[in-house]
């Protein structure tokens, strides 16, 4: 057996060994009440089409442009939206990150010849800048809670593919290493778990995501989750949580989308040096009907149209897409690890970025045509959300059915075709007979004696 089998393998066994060992809620203990969607808030227009979007606890950094020659970057109130500090820093930005303290913004962008770093305050005052003589393809950056900046790109018909690591000393970027040469088509995104000492990189042209040791370069493990299309072969949208948007208390863990409707929650396992595959969900976001996917200017690459976004502890999960006019909002249950959905957002157009403040007061969606970011609050009477109100005893049997193993759609108190369809395979295989309609909490109480052994 090949060594990818291998690895394949044992993502299936892991898989398979995590909902076997999955905790299962008792009528006693099942206490778990997902968040309620955020709401609308408001709403700011700007003079430049927004691309990027960034949030720290504090403030919201927006960035975009018209062209290589026009950047612009303004930092926003978080509640009202309104412009505290603007500028134009004479590069057109391509991606922002925030540090762990919240002081200081790296930003990557392109200056009609090359790529830069830049390092500004939070008040947007230059403190550095380091062109890297050469272009990165679609740069990914991201920071840990020790200042090392991960810059991550693909390869196109004028650039380099690129994963380099550079290291914020106050308001310096000091290079440290680059990464080996098998990302020869080069990555879509890399994240650094400091704790475990980890790199986690998103192939550029398909559809998996491998772990590396940080300081040898080692592959250590490599997942890759199987699509409903198993002909779709494009690399997945991740969005990583390693710890440095939450001050180095997160675990590494990845939300990561096929490119179709499913999502699933991977954690790595440090002990195991494997990628545990906690919940796999599908999504179903109202899409606009003809859409179609984007191929990447001067690759081969196509460009990924979900958006995900998470706050520290996977309270509040954004799931959207390029191609919709809906955020679905999920919650991860920390008994169990399953993907709870509990509402959706509308949006005035198509987004094409979305962040969540990092506790998860505030989110936003940045609208691709209305040249806008709109802003979405907890917990807001009157909310412009839509929650779904479920049952509490369907979600009981949801989550009972996820853990052993026969649930596969989401959690949300609601009988759907997923839970119909677990309900037919339990009732065809033990013979019993299961009226989840009529009777919820006398079907928990024989799905519980029925797969007492399970």
């Given at each position: 057996m090949s060594g990818s089998n291998l690895i394949q393998l044992s993502v299936t066994l892991a898989f398979a060994t995590a909902l076997a060992l999955s905790?299962?809620?008792?009528?006693?203990d099942d206490i778990f009440v997902p968040e309620s969607p955020l709401s609308n808030g408001t709403a700011k227009r700007f003079d430049f089409q927004p691309t990027v979007?960034?949030?720290?606890?504090?403030?919201?950094?927006?960035?975009?442009?018209?062209?290589?020659?026009?950047?612009?970057?303004?930092?926003?109130?978080?509640?009202?939206?309104?412009?505290?500090?603007?500028?134009?820093?004479?590069?057109?930005?391509?991606?922002?990150?925030?540090?762990?303290?919240?002081?200081?913004?790296?930003?990557?962008?392109?200056?009609?010849?090359?790529?830069?770093?830049?390092?500004?305050?939070?008040?947007?005052?230059e403190l550095s800048r380091l062109d890297l003589e050469r272009l990165v393809g679609y740069p990914q950056l991201s920071i840990d809670d020790d200042g090392i900046v991960a810059l991550a790109g693909q390869k196109t018909a004028i650039a380099s593919p690129a994963l380099s690591f550079y290291r914020l000393d106050g308001g310096e970027l000091v290079w440290r290493r680059d990464f080996p040469s098998e990302l020869?088509?080069?990555?879509?995104?890399a994240w650094i778990d400091t704790k475990s000492k980890l790199v986690l990189v998103n192939n550029a042209t398909r559809p998996s995501v491998t772990a590396y040791d940080f300081n040898s370069g080692r592959r250590v493990a490599t997942l890759q989750v199987q699509s409903e299309n198993s002909r779709d072969l494009t690399p997945y949208s991740?969005?990583?949580?390693?710890?440095?948007?939450?001050?180095?208390?997160?675990?590494a863990s990845l939300l990561i989308s096929d490119g179709s409707s499913r999502v699933s929650l991977v954690d790595f396992d440090p002990l195991f040096e494997s990628f545990d595959v906690k919940a796999a969900i599908n999504v179903r976001l109202r899409l606009l009907p003809g859409t179609r996917l984007e191929t990447l200017k001067d690759t081969s690459s196509v460009?990924?149209?979900?958006?995900?976004?998470?706050?520290?502890?996977?309270?509040?999960?954004?799931?959207?897409?390029?191609?919709?006019?809906?955020?679905?909002?999920?919650?991860?249950?920390?008994?169990?690890?399953?993907?709870?959905?509990?509402?959706?957002?509308?949006?005035?157009?198509?987004?094409?970025?979305?962040?969540?403040?990092?506790?998860?007061?505030?989110?936003?969606?940045?609208?691709?045509?209305a040249k806008s970011v709109v802003s979405f609050q907890r917990s807001a009477a009157n909310s412009g959300a839509k929650p779904i109100v479920g049952d509490d005893k369907i979600r009981e049997i949801q989550r009972f059915l996820s853990a052993k193993g026969y649930l596969y759609g989401s959690i949300d108190g609601l009988v759907g075709p997923s839970t119909v369809k677990a309900l037919e395979v339990i009732g065809k295989r033990y013979g019993v007979e299961l009226d989840v309609r009529s009777d919820p909490a006398a079907t928990l109480d024989k799905l519980k004696t029925t797969l007492v052994d399970e």
């Open positions: 905790p299962c809620p008792s009528l006693a979007v960034a949030a720290s606890d504090r403030f919201l950094v927006v960035a975009g442009g018209l062209d290589e020659k026009d950047g612009h970057i303004a930092i926003l109130d978080p509640q009202t939206l309104s412009v505290i500090h603007q500028i134009e820093p004479r590069l057109l930005v391509e991606d922002i990150v925030v540090n762990a303290n919240g002081d200081k913004l790296v930003l990557a962008g392109f200056n009609g010849v090359s790529t830069e770093l830049a390092v500004y305050t939070d008040q947007l005052e020869k088509y080069g990555s879509r995104g991740v969005f990583g949580l390693v710890g440095s948007e939450c001050g180095g208390s997160a675990p460009k990924p149209p979900a958006l995900l976004a998470s706050v520290c502890d996977q309270s509040v999960i954004w799931v959207a897409n390029s191609f919709s006019n809906e955020i679905a909002q999920f919650s991860r249950n920390p008994l169990t690890s399953d993907l709870e959905k509990v509402g959706s957002l509308g949006l005035p157009g198509l987004p094409n970025a979305i962040a969540l403040q990092p506790k998860g007061l505030y989110g936003y969606a940045v609208l691709k045509t």
